[in-house]
């Protein structure tokens, strides 16, 4: 009965709306679409500076200056986007001890077996991916580049040299507080920490970017959305999602209680979904019988939008993925996106069985990055001079594809 009622008011909210703009001056141009408008604002060059900021704090690993002046930098970008109310979450970091690292990351002290400079072995045929998935066809080995010496640019080595230190961590956020629902909100993030010698420019600059400018375009000060967007920036992804873990047990009790009583402001808006971006700019294919990959995008790169089908929230994240394939077929300008049922390794994982949550990718994490199709992964290459523009496009198609997704999850106009 309750439900009924409250869609009889929806819709008398709508109607009340038309009924207004008649009023003013004739039919609704009906042609006017805002989110088409609010996708033509994200641009590729701003999103490449984005990425170019970025990487001026090398591989901005966690637990080092190098980090925490990031974190800073990210703050004040964020803020002269108009995203004034930046925040940040506080939590102490401890890797555990050595052998009781599960999750399979390993941190920053790597993973799996070391490779010998140079060389790639590849294998084929079939086997389990992170994440329940198939590996198929051609794989190479991947690990995490630990070795300063791989690094050949002095310059960058010098900025990767401080080692991370355990401690008090940081990780930054602000929120477009919503019209109608201030009280109802979709967390999108990127990992903003990295590591491997390199600049992290991929993993996860063009994440990290990517948040950073739907942050400047929802925060436009024509842009009014009915519900909040919480923007995200976390820490510590890569050594086992313990920023984002960190946020869940500060805040998933907090969600929608108003603080203080009656003020209409909510610290923690009850949580709809979380978005995640992870490794954006990459799709160069499988890697070939020699282990080498091709030099350019291939043409039919993709944005991989994953979700986790075992997960307790699987149905809600499933019709989410497939909401936001919808919104790159309508508002993308370059390349496609594919839905996946594997999400694993990123920092919505520690959502998912709480709130739909998906993540937007370069390939799928599992079958994919996991069998060696991103050469720079975690390596001294990771660097945005390792790129060209059909790999930032790659980008910042994903963006549009959130962008336009959230624009219409949350309502989003712009005032006139
Ligand atoms: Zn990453």
Redesign the pocket.
Known sequence: MRRISYLLIGSAVVALGAARANAQGGAADTAYDPIKEMVARLDLEKYKAAIKGLTQFGDRRQGTDRNRAAVDWIEAQLKSYGCTNTERIRYEYTPPPRGNRGGGRGGTRGRGPARPAGSVIATSGSARAQGGGMMRGVRTVTNVNLDSTKQVDAKLRAIDAQPATDGPREEVYCTKIGTTHPDEMYIVGG?MD?HGWGE?AN??GS?TALVMQLARVFNSPDVRTQRSIRFILWNN??TGLNGARAYVAQRQALQGKEDPAGSGKYPEPKWLGMIQH??MLFDHGMPREDGTLSPEQRPEADVNVEFAGASKAADGAMKLAWFFQTANEKYATDYPARVGQHMT??DSDPFKDIIPAISLRENERGEQIGAGWDPH?HQPTDRYSTFNDKDFRLGLNAAQTTLAALAELTGATIKK
Do not use: P
Request: net charge negative.
């Open positions: 990992h990295g992290a993993d996860d994440g992804e890569e992870d490794m390794n990123t992964w």
